[in-house]
């Protein structure tokens, strides 16, 4: 077995008991704002994103920085007592991919699917929501849009729903014609 999936096996049974604790206790609206606060927290400070890796912490100190953090940012109990545990057991490491795991149960029990949409510039709040609409009838759940920008795109979008990939960018369609053209010539 494989670290990345050792990890990811971890992450999930955590993510599981912090989403039943939180729906059990009719919290999940709190815990999906930690989310949000724990990946700005995790994003911003390299201090933290280095603790959570770190073999030099001891379980004590972690469990202490966790429980300083947890009061700090005023996290749900769910999410703070999961943190504890994990530091206690030195399972730190697999905190971002227990963020992730637990967005999408959080989104799977709203009925909602993330789609993953780069785009060549910003999109307005118009666009997003009239893609999210569309999006919404292809896939037949409300959809989430993950914005990010890349100009080599030059224009078009590519669109990332679960396992689907839709990609209508200029780049893409130049790659084809490209190609087409080596297979004449």
Known sequence: ??????????????????????????????????????????ADSAEL????????YSRQDMAKAVAALSAKMKLSPALSGALGVMAEKRRLFVLPQLLAALRAQIAEDKGEVTADVTAAKAMTKAQQDKLAKALKASVGKDVKINLAVDESLI????????SKMIDSSIRSRLNALQNSMKEVG
């Not at 670290?3 to 096996?9: F, H």
């Not at 994103?49 to 030099?56: L, R």
């Not at 224009?155 to 679960?162: D, Q, R």
């Open 155 to 162: 224009g078009g979008l590519v669109v990332k729903v679960g």
């Open 49 to 56: 994103s280095a603790m959570i890796g770190s073999p030099v």
């Open 1 to 42: 077995m494989s670290e990345a999936s050792i990890s990811t096996g971890i992450a999930q049974r955590y993510a599981t008991a912090v989403f039943e604790l939180a729906k059990e206790g009719k919290s999940l609206a709190a815990v999906e704002k930690d989310l949000d606060a724990l990946e700005a927290a995790l």
